[in-house]
């Protein structure tokens, strides 16, 4: 017997090629955006299972509104703070996600952001251009050494570890915060301290938290108010990780010398106040946006869906 499923924002043909084979219905949110609140409460009435995303708020009401028939909400990304995990456990639906495939894909964008954000690329680029270059300039858009700095990473998880292990062609002491040691980081020398001695002893920070009550805000006008002046900060984990008024006044004021963003406090928002100030680098959420990472990750997430329909234990269950 074919299932019935939704699909709340179009993923990679690879996904859909695993579906397809076992789901009639297969429907899908139009190509173009994501579900709507209103198409998205509609969508997932009486469907066996949901494949949501990021960006979708899956709380109760949602969770309700699929009904007693749905056994599974597999969600395409690794993050689930946008999913009520208490609620999905009270009504017996199946949560899952898309861990590791994306690790790599992240780590080399927080790299393209430190990068960019260190040796002023975006400004660069914005005046080869523009037609005002007047010529090689030994004072023009000076910016940050990188090799041999100090690299702080907060939250050392598969994205986190995987960003301090590409420091080793630029012979950069490391520093980690986490609850728990990184053997991999440790065994490159790194240091494991607190979060007060990373902000203040790293020249580029790096965030890869996930986004929970103890992390929202986590780097706050304190927190900046600790970072060196030449410091860059980096976010490719959760936008409100970073209280973002605080970090707008923090580069407005060159507290700090500059950040690179991929991830925002109200996305798809960009606040004006962020998107003005050159000292910044910012992407529309990228972490994930190479090819071949998407399509593992379409795959990753149809076929956990399907295991669940076919009650079978998925590889990657998140438990509340």
């Known amino acids: 017997m074919p299932y019935n499923v939704f699909v709340t924002r179009q993923i990679p043909e690879a ?15 139009p190509a173009d955006r994501s579900a709507s609140r209103e198409e998205l409460l509609v969508g997932v009435r009486g469907r066996d299972g949901v494949l949501c995303s990021i960006g979708q708020r899956i709380d109760e009401e949602v969770l309700t509104a699929a009904g007693s028939r749905c056994r599974v909400f597999a969600n395409f990304g690794v993050g689930t703070d946008h999913i009520d995990l208490a609620a999905a456990d009270r009504l017996g639906i199946t ?15 927080a790299w393209t952001l430190l990068m960019a954000a260190a040796r002023r690329v975006i400004e660069g680029d914005g005046l080869a251009r523009s037609g005002r270059w007047a010529g090689w300039d030994p004072m023009e858009l000076r910016g940050h050494d ?4 100090t690299l702080g990473i907060v939250g050392a998880g598969r994205i986190g570890t995987a960003v301090g292990l590409r420091s080793t062609g630029f012979r950069m ?4 915060v986490d609850d728990r040691n990184s053997p991999e980081l440790d065994a490159l020398g790194a240091r494991q301290v607190d979060l007060n001695t990373c902000l203040a002893e790293s020249d580029f920070v790096s965030l890869h938290t996930p986004l929970t009550e103890q992390t929202r805000h986590l780097i706050g006008p304190a927190e900046l108010a600790r970072m060196k002046p030449t410091a860059v900060l980096i976010n490719t984990a959760r936008g409100p990780v970073i209280d973002e008024p605080a970090l707008i006044e923090a580069l407005r004021t060159h507290r700090i010398a500059a950040a ?3 991830v925002y406090e109200g996305e798809p928002t960009v606040p004006p106040e962020l ?28 076929r956990d869906l399907l295991a669940v329909l076919q009650g079978s234990e998925p590889e990657h269950r998140v438990r509340p």
């Open 146 to 149: 990188v090799a041999g700095r």
């Open 275 to 302: 998107a003005a100030l050159e000292n910044v680098v910012c992407l529309p959420h990228l972490g994930s946006a190479t090819y071949a990472t998407r399509d593992r990750m379409a795959v990753m997430v149809a």
């Open 15 to 29: 996904g859909l090629d695993v579906l397809r084979p076992h789901c009639d219905p297969l429907d899908c949110a």
């Open 173 to 176: 002491p490391v520093l980690y």
């Open 95 to 109: 949560v899952t996600n898309t861990p590791g495939v994306l690790t790599d894909a992240t780590a080399d964008l």
């Open 260 to 262: 690179g963003l991929d």
